[in-house]
């Protein structure tokens, strides 16, 4: 089957995700700007969720460029996926409105880790499905970032109970990561 449907209910759900994190921020009582202070953790959470996202939104269309078809078994990953990406609103007001608590900042990295499992199986199926010597498989080589993305959310999870910060340190540190382009799928297809 043709990889369109995916494609546009994977822009959808994701553009929903986003919907439901902004609207989760509560305009404040008061007119000054001392009324915003409290929005600050709440306002950080949805601006590193939301590059998440963004990272995710952009890193999975950039995957569909290299997939011709798609079949039941990849339908589901996308789904695991899309699963877990879902959740990231919850987390992310849970962490804002609590001050980037540890219970909280711990949840965001399982959150983030099985997120980014379910890419990393996703790409090990669209592989599978493909072949091992695919245009999509040359791009993806070892996935060092994939890999040392899940490494770095476990020992952000263990370390939210001894500084949730040093925690949310590695969060953004794993999106900067993965901020900077990468381009392996558009040299792969362009050559």
Known sequence: MGKGRLEAFSDGVIAI??????LEIKVPHGSDLAALRPLIPVFLSYVLSFIYLGIYWNNHHHLLQAVRHVNGNILWANLHLLFWLSLIPFATGWMGENNFA???VALYGVILFFAALAYFILTR??????GKDSALAAALGRDFK????IIFYTLAILLSFV?????????????VMWLI??????RTLTT
Request: charged letters at 15%; aromatic letters at 10%; proline letters at 5%.
């Open 102 to 104: 540890a219970i909280p």
């Open 163 to 175: 500084n949730s910060w040093f925690s949310c340190g590695l969060y953004v540190l794993v999106a």
């Open 146 to 149: 994939g890999k040392i993305s």
């Open 125 to 130: 199926i669209l592989i599978a499905y493909h």
């Open 181 to 186: 382009p990468d381009r392996r799928i558009e």
């Open 17 to 22: 995700i986003i919907t439901i994190m902004v």
